[in-house]
């Protein structure tokens, strides 16, 4: 897959974990977490230098940035080196919104090993890191000159983590491609299976499709993307981010179907399938949370699609295919939610 924007292009190649760590310029900057460290790091190349932060989303904060900043300026970093984020899309946010910062603009490879990395983030070029006031509040585009995407790394993934990740493949199908749905839904997928390569080769193609035509986010066609994310994202605020993306989506795939149902936008009977189908993969659809209407609605309106008019929301028209609808008012929002 070969990935075009404004500065150039970028390719994304597939590979094992061993090839990937062999096509990494001499000498390179290794960024990961403990998580891929204990389970690749035998594999990194003997001449680059590691650096590992601890896992989970507080690496993305503003003091690990400066650590890894310094870290680099400590161990020599120049102009013309580079730098390799392996991990999954905390490491990666991390490491390229200090590889676009350092020296003004460090070569940056992405080596995603987790699947949520490898379908959704390492293509895109958003980079950033999180402010206490929010997530990825600091940031920048900044493509990397590389992606290889090792498929055999997400076999030391765990199994929760693989299934979130799975929300983002299944909602690249419901979106855009009802050929990768019925694909999917001939039983669930694991790390081993033999359809993964080429539905993570699929998703990253259609995620490369939509932010050619939207590379910094500014004509709204990036932010069909989005759904199951104006809900998600408010959940995953309310649960203070215990629960995973992935879960925080499937749940709010389920949800804004519905809605989409509601506003006569979606085609009877897909909020149903889409439930089904999540539920077939092991994703959670219900939670509690979804009971604490009010404090949801105020997180939808801190959602970036948002408008004076309303919120706004990707929805679906039918399985395979949506629209961004803005300017939706609380009400339908209301309802749907109450008959949860
Ligand atoms: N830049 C973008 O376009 C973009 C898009 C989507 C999400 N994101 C960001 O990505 C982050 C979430 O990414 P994530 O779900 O990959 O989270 P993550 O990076 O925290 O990885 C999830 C967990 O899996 C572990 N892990 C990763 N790969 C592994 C492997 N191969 N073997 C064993 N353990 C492994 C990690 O250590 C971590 O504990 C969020 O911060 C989100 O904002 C960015
Ligand atoms: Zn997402």
Known sequence: VIVRHSRGVYDVRFSTMQE?????????????????QAAWGHLFPPTSTVLTVPPGESSKSMARLEWTLRLLADSGAVRSSVVAAVGGGVVGDLAG??????????????VPTSLLAQVDSSVGGKVAVDLPEGKNLVGAFYPPETVLVPTDAL????????????????????????????????????????R????????IDWKRQIVEEDEYETTGRRAILNFGHTVGHALERLSEYRMLH??????GMVVEAKLGERLGVTQEGTAAQVLALLC?????????????????????????????????????????????VRAVSEAPVRAVLNLE
């Open 155 to 194: 076999q030391t993934l765990p199994a929760r983590e693989f299934r979130a990740g799975m929300a983002e493949v299944w909602k690249c199908g419901f979106i855009l491609d009802r050929d990768l749905v019925e694909t999917l839904r001939q039983r669930p997928m694991g790390p081993d299976d033999p």
């Open 280 to 324: 077939g993969e092991g994703l959670p659809v219900e939670c509690a949370d979804l009971a604490r209407i009010d404090e949801l609605i105020e997180a939808m309106k801190l959602d970036k699609k948002a408008g004076p008019d309303g919120l706004a929301f990707s929805l679906l028209t039918f399985l395979g295919g949506c629209k961004l």
């Open 246 to 251: 992935g879960e925080a989506v499937s749940i």
């Open 196 to 203: 993964l390569p080429s539905v993570v080769e699929r998703c």
């Open 97 to 110: 919104l200090a590889a676009a910062l350092y020296m003004r603009g460090l070569r940056y490879f992405q």
């Open 20 to 36: 990937a760590m062999r096509g990494l310029p001499e000498g390179a900057f290794v960024v990961t977490d403990e998580n891929v």
